[in-house]
């Protein structure tokens, strides 16, 4: 595989970058049909990320296939479709399938890591600081992270996703510079190849919006979980951190080394610019909701044209069990207008909804005045 990468490349391949290169690998580029890890193409892919790490960067693996590996193990024809199977088949899978990095990337002088994180780990401000903390510890020993999802206590990724969304959100953590997302296939087709010959590869994507027209498949391998919806996603969640993100083929030699040095490879999606801090950023995509308060038109209307506070005294309706500090969407006239942080409960909110400052306090003398504060609020 090697191979495939000119001296040019290898050129621009030196320059000085910090932030890490995040990569993420589907299941059906870890494992073939039968769960068996593809050693050729994993060994060219860690040829890949060794080249990246001596010539200075930082690489970071996000990787699939634990469940397809303990598919495998266990001799499981299809996958299966009960969440605990598949949990157990990753928990067979894991060890095993971080092992080969583990010994491929030592072949190659590289230390790695194996990491292991949840949603949840990415929700709670805490969590994720210590995450990042952790992750950048590794990165200052120039041992290279071998991240899955711990699927044993967490679902997200297995019920959709196979690691794009996990992937876009070490992105972010981690402020990469470029997130590569490899699949079976080449990048984004204007429809899906493998049933219609007159796809066309999208090479760069500005607007998400120019996709609209584009039959962006959810099939996925029998192996995963993902398609290249999910790969959208990801992609939109990650250039709106202003991280450029690709998605090209992790079969052909040479595309990681050759995105780490800009060259066109597969579908390029654009950073856009920062619109958000990286606190919004994790609030819109990472923070997972808890309930829904219904706001009135007034509110509604000073939410997205004035960018103000949400009170008390615009919400007409709370839904959902929440607790002060979880996420909660608003909603108005059945449309989503964003998401925030919630200063009350469910139950506290049910009690002063639709009263104005003044008699909030004579109910909850302790209260905050805005139910969710503008600072911890994003528009849809
Ligand atoms: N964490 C899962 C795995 O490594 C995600 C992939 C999937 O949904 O199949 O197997």
């Not at 499981?76 to 479709?81: E, G």
């Not at 598949?86 to 010994?103: F, I, K, N, P, T």
């Not at 939410?303 to 929440?322: C, D, H, K, Q």
Request: glycine share 10%; with cysteine.
């Amino acid at each position: 595989m090697g191979r495939a990468i000119s001296p040019a490349t290898r050129e621009r391949l030196t320059s000085p970058a910090v932030a890490p290169i995040v990569i993420k690998l589907g299941s059906s580029i870890v494992a073939d049909d039968r769960g068996d890890v593809r050693a050729d193409v994993l060994a060219g892919i860690c040829d890949q990320i060794a080249e990246l790490h001596r010539a200075g960067r930082s690489p970071i693996v996000v990787t699939s296939g634990a469940i397809a590996r303990g598919m495998g193990v266990m001799a499981l024809a299809l996958r299966p479709r009960a969440m605990d199977e598949l949990q157990a088949a990753s928990a067979v899978g894991q060890g095993r399938l971080y092992r080969v990095y583990d010994e491929l990337l030592a072949d190659r002088g590289v230390r790695s890591a194996q990491v292991l994180l949840t949603f949840f780990d990415i929700s709670a401000r805490t969590h994720y600081l210590n995450a990042r903390q952790t992750l950048r510890k590794l990165l200052d020993w120039r041992v290279v992270p071998v991240i899955n999802e711990n699927d044993t206590t967490t679902t997200d990724e297995i019920s959709f996703g196979d690691n794009d969304f996990l992937a876009a959100q070490v992105a972010i953590l981690m402020g990469a510079e470029l997130l590569v997302l490899l699949t079976d296939a080449g990048g984004l087709y204007t429809a899906d190849p493998r049933l219609d010959p007159s796809a066309e590869l999208i090479a760069v994507v500005d607007e998400f919006d120019a996709l609209e027209g584009f039959q962006i498949g959810h099939a996925t391998s029998p192996l995963g979980s993902g398609g290249m919806r999910s790969k959208v996603v990801a992609a939109e969640m990650a250039t709106a951190a202003g991280i450029p993100t690709m998605v090209a083929s992790g079969l052909e030699a040479g595309t990681v080394v050759r995105a780490a040095a800009g060259e066109p490879v597969g579908t390029r999606f654009a950073a856009r610019e920062g619109r958000y801090s990286s606190f919004k950023l994790w609030l819109k995509y990472a923070k997972p909701t808890r309930g829904t308060v219904v706001v009135d038109s007034g509110a509604a209307r000073a939410l997205r044209e004035g960018g103000t506070s949400l009170l008390p005294v615009g919400i007409i309706e709370v839904t959902g069990e929440f607790d002060a500090g979880d996420a909660v969407e608003v909603a108005h006239d059945g449309e989503l207008v964003g998401k925030g942080i919630c200063n009350y409960s469910a139950k506290e909110l049910r009690r002063v909804h639709g009263l104005k400052s003044g008699a909030v306090r004579e109910v909850l003398p302790r209260a905050s005045e805005e139910a969710v504060h503008r600072d911890y609020f994003v528009l849809a």
